[in-house]
């Protein structure tokens, strides 16, 4: 029996490598009103790799913007002050968790699906109208669980695996037959622990399914966008299926099928340039 | 398989044709898609400091987009193979299905 106990996953969640200082303020910035973007700006620009990549993903063409810009405060100004966040926390996240060595998945597929998911999720934010860069994050970080449960836990995952070969099962039924918990509830407990957002949290936590309540919000986001990133199979992983779309989540997002064709067209413009920048 | 191949400025050719739309950095649309590129074309596009521009690749035989189109639609039916086919389940396939068909019509 290989079925995990909570505390064990909280132990395997502990011994993650840690955020930098400045990721985990940005990430308990996203519920504040006050906050001060000097301040930030000044943070970002004392931790050295952070500020590089920030000013690389400003001056990226992935932004297009017209003149170069040279000092944090201006990426934070020129993109936003939430753009440049979200940006700033998802390549610390990739950075931290990135090469994490598994053996049981396909790492860089797992990232490119995961950045697909993101810019998938963000494109359809902003025709549903929703928070563009929590839809963004969410949308990068739904599958963590994955590579928390492959990298923490690796005998016990390639009985997951070998159960989604023999029996074609998908993963979320395979991780709960075999460990008993599946990624979703695995990631939601890693959003916790870095203090993202409820919205966020719920996103990860129920991508798959969402709150009724949730289905006009980010977690009915996050949920269209991983099944449209798997039907245009941009991750490169071998042995995926696209997963289930409620009816009531393109319903109450009032997405029109113009909306997701505009999306795909978005989503895989972004996609290329925004790996070469985040992995 | 890519429709288009990537052409370094200085290689462009009267007559190449676009692959989309091309668009500044400031994300103004400079030319249409399917473009077929003139000489002053070109010598505006030099000029503008564009580094390279995405061409229709005419050396796709009939043949072979035949076959891309055929590896695309069973990798559908695979990847399709869960799914249940409510209306959004429906609705996503059709979008993304035509959207990929799309680039090899």
Known sequence: ??????????????DLPALPSIVLDLISSF????????????????????????????????????AKVKTVKQAIV???????????????????????????????????????????????????QLAQDHAFIAGLLHDIGRLVLATRFPDQYAEVIDNCARTDATLAESEVRVLGVDHQRVGQMLAEAWKFPPVIQRAIGQHHAPATLDLGDVPGVVHVANAMVHALDLGGEEHVAVPHVLDSALDRLRLTEDNLRDVCRETEAQFEEACRLLM | MKRFRVVPMDKAQEGMRLHEELRDRAGNVLLPALTALTGTMIKSLLRRDVEALLIVDDTITPEQLAAERRRVQERFD??????????????????????????LS
């Open chain 2, 78 to 103: 695979y990847l399709y193979r869960h799914t249940e086919s409510g209306r959004a389940d429906v609705l996503v396939r059709k979008v993304v299905e035509e959207y990929r068909m799309e680039e």
């Open chain 1, 1 to 14: 029996m290989n079925a995990l106990d909570i505390d064990q996953v909280v132990k395997g969640i502990r």
């Open chain 1, 31 to 66: 519920e504040r009103e006050d906050v001060d973007i000097t301040i930030l700006a000044e943070k970002i620009s004392r931790d050295q790799a952070l500020a590089a990549k920030t000013l690389r993903l400003a001056n990226s063409s992935f932004y297009g913007l017209p």
């Open chain 1, 78 to 128: 020129v993109l936003g002050f939430d753009s440049a966040r979200a940006l700033a926390v998802a390549s610390s996240v990739i950075d931290s968790l990135g090469d994490s060595g598994s053996r049981q998945i396909d790492v860089a597929g797992f990232w490119r699906h995961s950045i697909a998911a993101a810019l998938c999720a963000k494109s359809l934010a902003r025709h549903a």
